[in-house]
């Protein structure tokens, strides 16, 4: 974006009028002939890099294959290692056998037969049943094969057979011995079909640019693939074929194509190059008509920016590298009172800045220079220039001019003063209807908590009579009076914590985020509601897996929600329907990951219908004849507060689990 300065005198330099020289007719045509040398020569040079470039892509294809062929022959030695090793373990060999030879002529086609010798050189077990020329039963080179096993036997690791021809076509075999603690019992041999390698292995694209073909040692050719005939051939490469050897080359010849890349070169420039000069010339005829039109629609474009500009609510304010401004809208100028020329070429320092907080609004603007400006907006107090203060969010980004280059910062400024007003009634709304649900809390269990009251009082009332009646007598010892006096102080200590938990729980307060222990909190609200669960005969039980350590949260808050859901746990078991067997509240800490702490509360009463599972956070959706419908939606409200979640899930042995998940957030 421009500013309205830049704009303003561009527009109002006049552009000089266009005209023709020989001297630019001369200076075109001289280049379009060093343009026509230098590709001539670039063609040569071209040329000559083609050829070494296709000579390296084939060496490099034929390695590839080559290494293709390796990896799968070594592939397939790994599998027969293993089918070797099993072979020494299992008890049902010959099954073994079938099942994996099955698996090899299933999977890999260019194997033709899998046999299993005894250390005496005869068959055990073969697949196919058929029979093949020189091994399997019918052999037409037995020494070859008896070398092959004596090879293998010998040496104790994998060996090759060389090439032989069939009417099949040419094959080879792999021969690995079967050793038991060291001692041959016979070997596994697999039979391959030389073409069947270069048909599975060769991709359809290799055979499509290459013929490739495995020569033997007299330079027979033993199996080819190709997918173009009759073509003429202009490289060709050639590698040992080892594995299996004995002699074996893999050579690949490559095609050359259809169209030359001189022709294409040639016919590419002449056309060019014709087309090049009929175009410029009518390229250089419309110029000023499309150089008018530009101004004309760069005109218009400021016109268009600038009415847009002068309609915004949001403030806008650039300024350059050195802190400057150098643009200001109207929507901005209402804002801070300042009028546009008060504000252009002031800085760095800014006059609707409230003097009070200067270092922020500086430490701001630095970090907006150095790319580190959020990119959620930063939050300032900014001062009018009657002097009233107003809240606003600026949001920073860079000035990029036509040409790509950083010139300056511009900032959006949004007065934000109406709705932190709004965000904050509300959320002292949010305080007094949570401090009324408390209230309500409280006052539901004001029968429970009298009658847990009454307990300790009536206590220390008959400890103190018994105290009074030993002293009037004078029948007492001093150790008689301090274990009663001792008893006296555990039970007003007892009525305190009653009395302590109430008033922490009740009172009104501001959320605050401080280290808290979730099993203190857990201890606590179990504590104000075990009198309660006494009077409907619901036994309340805690699983604590772990000993957390401590969260960053607001206690009372946390209070709040348990105490809600262990209050609807109580009153779903309280029904005349629940037995004394299922009238036990589970309350139970466990932290699943490093994350988060999760607290189950876990009821067995008779579960959440599926009709109103959907609305039960809802606010002012209530199932009680006297409720308010804002339980759940508080506890809801509260957790999110915390970053954590609150939902239910059915309990597998009836009831419903309500599950508080809090994130492990270091003090």
Not at 9 to 18: A, E, F, T
Not at 229 to 253: H, K, Q, W
Not at 260 to 275: M, N, P, Q, R, W
Request: one cysteine or more.
């Amino acid at each position: 974006m421009f500013s309205s300065i830049t704009l303003k005198n561009r527009l109002s330099v006049k552009l000089p009028p266009l005209k023709w020289s020989n001297w630019y007719l001369i200076a075109l045509k001289i280049a379009m002939g060093a343009l026509l040398v230098l590709l001539i020569a670039l063609f040569a040079v071209l040329y000559e890099s083609d050829a070494e470039e296709r000579r390296a892509t084939l060496i490099a294809d034929v390695l590839w294959l080559e290494q293709t062929f390796n990896f799968h022959l070594e592939g397939h030695a790994d599998l027969l290692q293993q089918l070797v090793s099993d072979l020494t373990h299992e008890k049902d060999k010959k099954e073994l056998f079938r099942v994996r030879s099955q698996y090899l002529l299933k999977n890999f086609p260019d194997i033709l037969q899998v046999i299993w010798f005894d250390a005496s050189g005869k068959v055990q077990q073969k697949a196919p049943a058929i029979m093949l020329p020189r091994l399997g039963g019918e052999m037409t080179d037995g020494d070859a094969q008896n070398q092959a096993l004596e090879m293998a036997k010998r040496l104790g690791k994998l060996t090759y057979s060389d090439a032989y021809s069939t009417p099949a076509g040419p094959q080879f075999e792999m021969y690995t011995p079967v050793l038991v603690e060291g001692a041959y019992r016979g070997s596994i041999v697999v039979v391959y079909s030389v073409s069947g390698i270069l048909k599975t292995l060769v991709p359809w694209w290799f055979a499509e640019k290459y013929q490739i073909r495995i020569m033997d040692s007299d330079g027979s050719e033993l199996a080819r693939k190709s997918k173009v005939t009759n073509a003429n051939t202009t490289l060709s490469y050639s590698i040992p074929f080892e594995p299996p050897g004995y002699g074996l080359v893999l050579r690949v010849d490559a095609y050359r194509g259809s169209s030359s890349f001189v022709e294409i070169l040639l016919t590419t420039l002449v056309i060019g190059l014709a087309t090049s000069v009929l175009l410029s010339l009518w390229v250089m005829r419309g110029h000023v008509r499309r150089r008018i039109a530009a101004e004309q629609a760069h005109r218009s474009e400021y016109a268009f920016r600038k009415a847009m500009e002068e309609s915004l609510t949001v403030g806008m304010r650039a300024k350059n590298l050195e802190g400057f401004i150098t643009y200001v809208n109207p929507a901005f100028c209402q804002m801070v009172g300042f009028t546009e020329e008060e504000l252009i070429g002031v800085g760095p320092l800014m006059p609707y800045w409230d003097p009070n907080l200067m270092e922020q609004n500086v430490a701001i603007t630095e970090a907006a220079v150095q790319g580190r400006a959020p990119r959620e907006g930063a939050e300032v107090r900014l001062m009018r220039k009657d002097g009233s203060r107003f809240d606003a969010l600026v949001y920073e980004a860079p000035l990029i001019d036509a040409d790509g280059n950083h010139n300056g910062w511009m900032a959006s400024v949004v007065d934000v003063t109406a709705r932190k007003r709004a965000e904050d009634l509300a959320r002292q709304q949010q305080e007094k209807l949570q401090a009324t649900s408390r209230l309500v809390t409280m006052g539901e269990m004001a029968s429970s908590l009298a009658h847990e009251l009454n307990q300790p009082l009536a206590a220390i009332t008959s400890y103190t009579a018994g105290c009074l009646n030993r002293l009037e007598s004078g029948a007492f010892s001093s150790a008689e009076l301090k274990e009663a006096l001792g008893k006296l102080a555990v039970q007003a200590q007892r009525a305190g914590r009653i009395i302590r938990r109430v008033h922490d729980f009740v009172r009104k307060s501001e959320p605050k985020l401080a280290p808290c222990n979730l099993v203190e909190i857990i201890d606590d609200s179990v504590g104000l509601m075990e009198s309660t669960s006494k009077l409907v005969n619901v036994r309340i039980t805690r699983e604590i897996e772990l000993y957390p350590r401590e969260l960053m949260g607001d206690r009372v808050m946390l209070e709040q929600v348990l105490l809600n859901l262990l209050r609807n746990a109580i009153e779903a078991m309280s029904g005349s329907g629940i037995g004394q067997e299922r009238r036990v509240l589970t309350v139970r800490l466990v932290q699943p990951d490093d994350q988060q702490v999760q607290i189950h509360v876990v009821d067995r009463g008779s579960g959440i219908p599926r009709e109103i599972q959907e609305n039960l956070f809802t606010p002012f959706f209530t199932t009680k004849a006297s409720g308010m419908g804002m339980g759940l939606n508080i506890c809801r409200s509260i957790i999110e507060f915390h970053r954590g979640r609150l939902w239910f899930e059915e309990n597998p042995e009836g009831g419903t689990v309500f599950i508080i998940s809090l994130p492990v957030i270091k003090p």
